[in-house]
């Protein structure tokens, strides 16, 4: 929330060692899931129990769970999982995750799971076993509080964790790749609307590298990451006027509305136009209210016949956007389901 209202704060949050960093991530999940108790209103704060399964949901107690059985087995499998990448997580942080890619050798258009993503990567168990082994992965499970899972579990959570790093980059490659934009031609501007927190914080400048090694040899790329919730960080630079140099990707952030940036910097040439615009779960079937948000730039995109692709969290999601892209006589071109989620 501090980086969000543009305010300071302290980068360990009082924090003094690995354990308790770990602790207190793990408090914020403290609830009984069946009565929605704190720790705090119980009499002893000590007697909320985990489920031994998955190691991620809380009860006050035996009566709370048992009660709360007969959901909790649809899930439970599932969120052990989430426990897990929820721990691992902290090694993007690190930066022991993502391991160091190469340039693609096949084009995006033979790519079509994050399995052959995976075996296109030169020495990938090497790369995968120093993360294994390495010094944080170490401190992680020495501090977490939890049992350290099966390797096999484990390596499974860092693969899960690597492609949910390259997820953007490789979906704004996916996008270039379905309107035939041409990269090798000449520079290609990708401007990411509706970015918030989710994209920005603690982002580096070089976090959508892989989009050039998906287009060795590409004129230049350049990411705009805008929305009223952009955190201030290393991408918080003007967009480019000129391109930069080939083969490189560029990536900038402007803190406003699409429609503003656009009046503001586009139409005043401090900015280029996009090739190319992506919207990552933007939400706009949400509420009424963020559909009138949303709707000056969903015309400006529209009035300017520029190249969009949205993602979507469900089907259910996808049906409610795509009636309003209806409404609006937006030209879709196609819908479903997406390899690189």
Known sequence: RSAVEGNSFATNFGIRTYSEMFQKMEDTYKFCAQCKKLPSRLPDPRAMRRCKRCQNIY??????????WPVHKKFCKKLKLAAMDRL?????????????TSPWTKSITDMKTWDDWFAMQENLEEKLEAIMVGRYMGILW????????????????VKRLTTDFFTRPVTIGFAINTFRIDPYNGPVTVHVVGASHIETLNIRATDY???GKMFPRNQGLEVVLIGPEVVDGPVMRPPLTSYGPRGTVYVSGYKSLYHDFWE?????????RPDLVVGFHPGFHASRGLTEGWLPTLLLLRDYNIPVLFTMYSEQELKSSLQILAELEAHVLDSGPFPFS
């Not at 020495?142 to 390596?155: I, R, Y």
Request: aromatic share 8%; proline share 8%; charged share 30%.
């Open 264 to 272: 503001t910097l586009v139409e005043n040439d401090r900015a280029a």
């Open 142 to 157: 020495s501090n977490a509080g939890k049992p350290k899972p099966e390797n096999n579990d484990l390596l499974e959570s």
């Open 88 to 100: 691992v997580e902290w090694l993007i942080f690190t930066g022991d995750i993502p391991f160091p």
């Open 209 to 211: 590298d892989e989009l």
């Open 59 to 68: 009860y006050c107690s035996s009566e709370c769970q048992r009660e709360n």
